[in-house]
């Protein structure tokens, strides 16, 4: 897990605030998601990257948006934070799917919109 | 569309007793199947994976799941549970039409009793 970091860990903000999510990786993967977990519906796909030049909407992309700054740092971002945005938000990573590969999460950061 | 179905929110067994942890899929073409452990405060980690191959896969922590076609199941099981196996298991399904992402089930928690 250590391999991929996220920051902050735990956010509380105010609806309305923009907010920022980061994540990091060193596992020099090329593909990074971000998915939010809510209690009793599992994870849900938000954003996703094949690389640097290459960002795609999940199923859940609405409210959001993301940057890939560069191949191991891809944020996501809450334009204007509203309550139903609380959740568990995780960053993965995998390589390309040369084979079946599995994805490696990060510690997640726990978001509060009051 | 491609699904997976984690019928039970909760399992409870005993220390030393086996486990399972069920989940059953609906995905067009050849499933490729996963599972992941969630730890308090911790993000998913990889437990193990089906391709092709041998119904019975085994993983990490001891875990093996085991695959069957004709019910359309990859259930999780354990000969002896430990109460360090207590979390919040997931299963996944890989969609293999567009872009090839996970799909996540709503997760089982096991709660293993000393």
């Known amino acids: 897990d250590a391999d991929v970091t996220q920051t902050p860990r735990n956010r509380i903000t105010k609806t309305g605030k923009r907010i920022m999510l980061e994540c990091s990786q060193t596992?020099?993967?090329?593909?990074m998601y971000w998915y939010r977990q809510d209690p009793g519906l599992g994870l849900r796909l938000i954003y996703y990257s094949f690389d640097v030049k290459d960002i795609n909407k999940g199923e859940i992309s609405d409210g959001y948006s993301v940057s890939r700054q560069a191949q191991a740092k891809f944020s996501l971002s809450l334009e204007s934070a509203i309550p139903n945005q609380t959740a568990l938000y995780f960053c993965?990573?995998?390589?390309?799917?040369?084979?079946?590969?599995?994805?490696?999460f990060g510690p997640g950061t726990r978001l509060t919109v009051l | 569309a491609q699904s997976v179905a984690q019928p039970e929110d909760q399992v409870n067994v005993a220390e030393g007793n086996p486990l399972t942890v069920k989940c059953t899929y609906s995905?067009?073409?050849?499933?490729?199947l996963f599972w992941y452990v969630q730890y308090p405060n911790r993000g998913l980690q990889f437990l193990l994976k089906?391709?092709?191959?041998?119904?019975l896969v085994k993983g990490s922590y001891g875990f093996e799941a085991e695959f069957n076609k004709s019910q359309t199941s990859f259930h999780l099981k354990k000969p002896s549970a430990l109460v360090s196996d207590s979390a919040l298991y997931f299963c996944a399904v890989r969609t293999n039409t567009g872009f090839q992402k996970l799909v996540f089930g709503t997760g089982t928690r096991l709660l293993v009793s000393p």
């Open positions: 995905v067009s073409g050849n499933p490729y």
């Open positions: 089906y391709i092709t191959g041998d119904n």
């Open positions: 596992k020099g993967h090329d593909r």
């Open positions: 993965a990573t995998s390589d390309s799917p040369t084979g079946i590969r599995e994805q490696f």
